[in-house]
Nanobody
C-alpha cells in the first residue's frame, strides 16, 4: 500500500502564493518514481478536476485555468510531489488532492486552499 499526505494548504489573499506538498510512504512506495503523480481539486458542489500532472520522466500537463500560474514538480528521492501556486484567484478555492497512478490509483486526504478576494 501507499499513503499520500498533503500539506501546505491554507487561507491566502488573491494574488498570493502557496506551495503544496504531497509525501508518499508505505510498503509499495518504490512505485512512486515510475508512476505519474498529479494534483486534482474539488470545489463544493463541483466535480474533481485535474489541475496538473507530472509523469515519471518529468513531463507535465496543466489545466488551462492554471497555466502560467501553477508549477508541478517532483523529488523522487523524497517520494514527494509539489504544486507551487502563484497569482492565486478566488476561483482557485477548493480542496486539493494528490494522486498517484491515475484515477484508479492512490489518493491523499486533501488539503484546503481558500483564496479571499
Amino acid at each position: 500500500q501507499v499513503q499520500l499526505v498533503e500539506s501546505g494548504g491554507g487561507l491566502v489573499q488573491a494574488g498570493g502564493s502557496l506551495n503544496l506538498s504531497c509525501a508518499a510512504s508505505g510498503s509499495f512506495v518504490s512505485i512512486v518514481s515510475i508512476n505519474a503523480m498529479a494534483w486534482y481539486r474539488q470545489a463544493p458542489g463541483k466535480q474533481r478536476d485535474l489541475v496538473a500532472r507530472i509523469d515519471s520522466g518529468g513531463s507535465t500537463i496543466y489545466a488551462d485555468s492554471v497555466k502560467g500560474r501553477f508549477t508541478i514538480s517532483r523529488d523522487n528521492a523524497k517520494n514527494t510531489v509539489y504544486l507551487q501556486m502563484n497569482s492565486l484567484k478566488p476561483e482557485d478555492t477548493a480542496n486539493y488532492y494528490c494522486n498517484l497512478g491515475g484515477t484508479v490509483g492512490y489518493w491523499g486526504q486533501g488539503t484546503q486552499v481558500t483564496v479571499s478576494s
